[in-house]
């Protein structure tokens, strides 16, 4: 089991969800983050005080998905979440210890 | 023993509210009709006084029937009073909280509504009296202490004040609220100064000692004089003169309050920021604003609230209500314009803070003026006052090196000093102005060819000049007292923690 987390443009999110439904994710996470890599951050200029904001609002997303379905998933947030400019994100994949579902109590594959 | 100084205060209270409430019955002093009509601006004569004030007085007070006031010019400067409350709450509590971090909103929006409490309750034991009774040329007396004599509550009938036009007259009550509220949101205007580090009872210690030794006798010096229906022949001019206070007498125009409020105000702020010291973490960390939304909406109330302000000063509902009215609205509009137009030429965008900013400055810039100049020369007022508050927000706010977290002297500063020297410049006839009134005998005003801009500049310059020094003055002997007994700032740990949890137990914006 992986858990597959990718951070990504905020206006992606929608196009990334339907690209994950349509290959058979059921679940996923989302929260709002904020980060930076290469793209630049911008200035706020307060009455003459300027702020140099580095962090770009992000979204990140979490899909905890069988082995098998690792590639496909990450051709599909690729695919979805690509504008082809600075600031595309990144998809990190982890190691996935144990999965339990709260309602039934279900563990492992079944519980994804 | 913060309970027993808390017991103390509230007994002291207590007992100032029974004086006042005792102080309702006035013996003879009101219930004169002919007596009160000639108390001006509102100099409350007291009663001897009045009845002394000779066989002529009451000759000329048998022959003209004592004035009664205006229900209209009643009305309004009842709506311009709510107006000018409205300024401060909510107001100036919202375009000063949304600009600081959302940790310390709370902390400004108690500063501002319980400033003015404050003031407005001091306005009311003795603050109205030092200001507008007779005493000397520097400050009142206390004819008017706990308010008595300003109706009679056994007769039922009310004292009158006096306005700019001979013969008309609105209740005291009225003026007396309506320059409360002004006591109110000058003590308040200074809180942007020191904000976001300042101790809450440092605040309300201070605003006492400012609002007794600095309001109230520049309050006095410009604004009180006998009013117009005192000036009866030539032979009591000077003596009438002799008894208004010192800046008055020089011939400075203030319509509402450039020197009174903003300059006096502006100072207070400044010499605060100095003594109070920079917010930690001034100039690295980001202290940018946490609601832009919010100051917008505090500015636009500012605006609106602001025509009572103005022209409410007045003082009655007439066409110089009106000039004051119009003028309001067109420098605020020529100084949002320019201050847009200087920030986006000179840092490539226009800002909501700028535009909020630049509404303000050509507030306070007409604030002298509004009914001392034309229409062309209130637009004037405004373009410049766009462009000088930038600057003084910017270029001199470097200069000078203090943290004024919110600019207080950066725009009512300059916007003040600014719009009282051009007030002697578009006064005069010959741009558009109205002049001033020259002989109150006979209610003539100076003709432009007896007008020199360059003499009146200069009296608005000494008004100013003794506006600066004397708030100065004042506000380092009162910060000193106040930082010596109970300090100024919080500690370290509170300013990092925020001021509405540290001091006021609360935050602004449930998580």
Redesign the interface.
Known sequence: MKLVTAIIKPFKLDEVREALSGIGVQGITVTEVKGFGRQKGHT??????E?V?DFLPKVKIEAAVSEELVDRVIEAVEGAARTGKIGDGKIFVYNLEQVVRIRTGETGKEAL | MKKLLASFVLGLSLLAGGTMSMAQTPAATASEPAAAASVAAPAAAAPAAAAAAAPADAASAAAAPAPVPNKGDTAWMMVSTLLVILMTVPGLALFYGGLVRSKNMLSVLMQVMVTFSLIVVLWFIYGYSLAFTEGNAYIGGFDRLFMKGIWDNAAGTFANGATFSKGVVIPEIVFAAFQATFAGITCTLIVGSFAERIKFSAVLMFMVLWFTFSYAPIAHMVWFWMGPDAYTGKEVVDAMNGKAGQIWQWGALDFAGGTVVHINAAVAGLVGAFMVGKRIGYGKE????HSLTLTMVGASLLWVGWFGFNAGSALEANGFAALAFINTFGATAAAVLSWSVGEALH?G?A?M??AA?GAVAGLVAITPAAGNVGIGGALVIGLIAGFACLWG???L??ILGADDTL?VF?VHGVGGIIGALLTGVFNSPSLGGPGFVADWVTATGVTAADYSIASQVWIQAKAVMVTIVWSGVVSIIAYKIVDMTIGLRVSEEDEREGLDITSHGETAYNR
Do not use: F
Request: hydrophobic content about 30%; cysteine-free.
């Open positions: 706020e200029l307060y009455r003459g005080a702020y904001v | 980001s202290m940018a604003p840092k965008k800002s803070l700028g900013s927000v910017t270029g706010k470097k600019d950066g």
